[in-house]
């Protein structure tokens, strides 16, 4: 490989080359606080040869996600799309989603996850499990969707982490197309100011390294922590029958609860009651500011007509976008900004009492 990698962004210059036992390569080149991996031979492989350790791999990146900026990693076959990739602006536009995978046969933790939980929980304390979201979902500039693991959120930044298991994300045993894919997910969460660190089996052995690393990569204390995801710090009320529901959201506002959990079944009148709260609540609030978020574009068109026929003179008044537009542009909105948010999904994932995620489908959350 050159000694410098010249691109469309300037000059990066070769730093390091880390051998594999395969005789493959990665090479490392930086330019400023960014950095970019070539991925040279990584997959090869012969029958009845023991895979390298996976740690060569992982405690690496590891390290350049933790000193710069931002890291990219691409195969050598793949060197082609590396301009394009690092300048795609963070665009304003919705994403139509092209693929969207279904993880809900997937909710309990693997073994690697608890092994991480609980790595955790010995650093920062069991109450600081509230601060790891799981199952995240991000999406590429084709609209592919990709779920993380865990993300974490904090003052300074987002991290992603993924527990990986030799046999499903080692190169060498998932060929060359599979690890294409897994490198296109970890480009996206660097597209989308993710830091993502990835822990391998074989890492969640060493207890004490492994909580070393945690300190390390995501700070000694909570301090910095954000709680993840759409949570409410006030109480939540679940309605079953659409015949009361619009007059108890009003006595229960009096009552001081603002965040209401709608459920009913598919095509049952849940976007009614929505257009009839958001007509009464602007009648009461001067400063009116809607923000109402779904899961695609099918149902963003749907809200964006029900909202042009019933309630035109709010137009102005009422945003709509998809929940990926949000997640990647909520910095750019001051946090008063909306007095009035409305999720509109036909699966939202919600925490009960037990601490595991139940799926309810036909809700809205308001």
């Given amino acids: ?17 880390v051998s594999y036992p395969n ?49 990219y990693r691409f195969l050598k076959e793949d060197m082609g799309i590396i301009n394009e990739v690092i300048t795609l602006p963070c665009k304003k536009e919705e994403i139509p989603i092209k693929y969207v995978a279904n993880r809900e046969d997937h909710a309990d933790a693997s073994p690697l996850e608890i ?63 599979r690890y294409r894919r897994q490198l296109q997910k970890q480009n996206t969460c660097t597209e989308w100011g993710i830091k993502l660190y990835r822990f391998s089996s074989e890492d969640c052995r060493f207890e004490n390294r492994i909580e070393d690393d945690i300190k390390t990569f995501f700070g000694e204390n909570t301090d910095e922590f954000e709680e993840n995801g759409l949570l409410a710090d006030r109480p939540v009320k679940l309605y079953e029958h659409q015949e009361n529901t619009l007059e108890e959201i009003q006595k229960q506002r009096a009552a001081g609860i603002n965040t209401f959990l709608v459920v009913f079944p598919t095509a049952s009148g849940k976007s009614r009651i929505v257009e009839e709260d958001l007509r009464i609540f602007s009648r009461k609030n001067t400063e009116f500011h809607a923000l109402i978020m779904a899961p695609n574009t099918n149902i963003i068109d749907d809200w964006r007509q029900r909202v042009k026929k019933s309630l035109s003179d709010l137009q102005e008044q009422i945003e709509i976008c998809s929940f990926a537009y949000m997640m990647r542009n909520y910095q750019k909105y ?31 959350l308001i």
Avoid: W
């Avoid at 490989?1 to 080359?17: F, R, S």
């Avoid at 500039?141 to 990986?164: C, I, M, P, S």
């Avoid at 007095?339 to 139940?358: A, C, F, G, Q």
């Fill in 1 to 17: 490989m050159d000694k410098v990698l010249k691109l469309e962004n300037g000059q990066y210059d070769l730093i390091e080359t």
């Fill in 23 to 71: 005789g493959g390569a990665s090479y490392f080149y930086v330019r400023d606080q960014q950095a970019i991996i070539i991925d040279d031979g990584i997959c090869n492989y012969k029958k009845d040869e023991e895979p390298f350790s996976y740690s060569l791999i992982t405690d690496k990146q590891n390290t350049y996600m933790n000193k710069y900026a931002k890291v």
């Fill in 115 to 177: 092994d991480f939980e609980n790595n955790f929980a010995s650093v920062y304390g069991r109450n600081s499990l509230k601060y790891l979201q799981k199952e995240y979902g991000i999406l590429d500039e084709q609209g592919n969707n990709y779920f993380l693991d865990y993300l974490l959120r904090t003052k300074h930044g987002d991290y992603a982490v993924e527990e990986n298991g030799v046999t499903y994300h080692h190169p060498q045993q998932i060929g060359l197309e």
């Fill in 334 to 364: 001051a946090q008063e900004k909306y007095n009035y948010i409305v999720v509109d999904d036909e699966r939202v994932i919600i925490r009960t009492k037990l601490e595991k995620p139940s799926k309810i489908k036909g809700l809205a």
